[in-house]
């Protein structure tokens, strides 16, 4: 298995007269760290199982490296569960050995490669230790590590970030950064949207189990609402009021964010700024993935929004 693209394609599942996936498609290409968002019950996990195979899609289809998912491919695949999966009994080290070994590695190599995830991820105080003495950040250490161990070409993690301390977040995304850079597509859905907005290259939105909106988080934000960030340290509040269809958001001291109207003039704007005296600061604003977020689940009906 080389490396690859993954590629979700119009991948649809019912759960009785439920619709989990209405065909659901995206792409994660190798090197890259794709953020999967969406409200409790959008369907990330739903398509998560689908890519590993645990669970059967209806219709679509998951591709690596252009060709179907096999069975002998998924053995390729790091997979961090929801539920999480260690047995509470097993020491550590024993563990991650055990699943590398399952994976198909050699005995000398699940060693190397348990021992390795285990000092990478702060372990080795833990490696003789049962699972299930561990702290909850530390067992979800072990659990990044048993998803990791059998140097996988395609990693998919369901919600890694729930729960971990700030130094964990950052072991986590450091992790993540690094398998990426080795150019393995990485897959993680996650509801911590600054986190997601930070780390991801694209980032996917579902809602009730359509993907609403897809692209980097650049373009993302970038096309949605229409504001502006304007610093005029002279202006009396409201100085913005008379330009027709604009609308003051918010004031912070001399820097006040407007919302324009469709066929607003900015330029009108500016002049309106530039009469009280110096601007210091004109800018497009960027709305944060909350923001867009919060928009896209709220649209109604649910409809294809920007595309990869
Ligand atoms: N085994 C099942 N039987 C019936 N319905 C199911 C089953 N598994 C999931 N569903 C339903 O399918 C939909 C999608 O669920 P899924 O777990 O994929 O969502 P999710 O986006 O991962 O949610 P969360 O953020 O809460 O983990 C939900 O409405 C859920 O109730």
Known sequence: MSEGKLEIDKVSKRYGAKVALDEVSFEVQPGELFGFVGSNGAGKTTTMRILLGVLAADSGQVRFGGAPITHETR????????????????????QLVYLAE??????????RSAENWIARLGLTERRKDEVQKLSLG????????????????????????????????DVMSGVLREKAATGVPVVFSSHQLDLVERLCDRVGIIRSGRMVA????????????NGLVVTAPGAAPGWASAVPGVRTIEQNGPTTIL?????????????????????TEFTKRRRSLTEL??????EKPAAQGVSA
């Open 214 to 225: 897809s692209g980097t988080v650049g373009e993302l934000t970038a096309g949605a609402g």
């Open 259 to 279: 919302e324009l109207e469709t066929g607003a003039d900015d330029q009108a704007v500016l002049a309106a700024a530039l009469a009280t005296g110096p601007v």
């Open 138 to 169: 530390n067992q979800q250490r072990v659990q990044l590590a048993a998803a990791l161990v059998h140097d996988p070409k395609v990693l998919v993690l369901d919600e890694p970030f729930s729960g971990l301390d700030p130094l964990a977040v």
């Open 102 to 111: 399952l994976h198909g590695m050699s005995a000398n190599d699940a060693h």
């Open 75 to 94: 053995t390729h695949i790091g997979y961090m569960p929801e539920e999480r999966g260690l047995y509470p009994k097993m020491k550590v080290l024993e």
């Open 293 to 298: 977020f919060r928009d896209a689940v709220a």
